[in-house]
């Protein structure tokens, strides 16, 4: 009975949308930097913070990975085979101040995208 219940199993569309930016709790002033400059994502970027990095690369571009991850065993069994869609940013075309790992996770997302839609 099991493998009937997951024959039945049919995943038409896969989809996910970020509705954050990775600049913009960066763009703040940095509580201990209130008498420097304003922090931006550009000082983290240039300071190489790695944490910060990982936290835009993970959200905007191995969250992607995962899910197509999990539900290619499901879309490539079916004969209609399925959608996975991905929501970028202008970013990831258009480089824009401080938001370099956020553009270039973005710019990673929609080459993966287009590389499953021929795989």
């Known amino acids: 009975m099991r493998k009937e219940r997951e024959s039945a199993l049919q995943i038409d569309v896969a989809g996910r949308v970020v509705p954050v930016t990775g600049g913009t709790r960066a763009a703040r002033p940095h509580r201990r930097c ?27 571009f191995l969250a992607g990975v995962f899910v197509a991850q999990a ?30 790992v956020y553009g270039a996770a973005k710019a990673a997302l929609e080459s993966l995208t287009r590389s499953l839609a021929v795989e």
């Open 34 to 60: 209130r008498e420097q400059r304003r922090w931006s994502a550009l000082h983290r970027v240039r300071l190489g913070v790695p944490r910060f990095h990982r936290g835009v690369t993970d959200l905007n």
């Open 71 to 100: 539900v290619h065993p499901v879309m490539s069994a079916q004969d209609s085979g399925g959608v996975v869609l991905n929501v970028t940013s202008i970013s990831a075309r258009r480089p824009s101040p401080g938001t370099a």
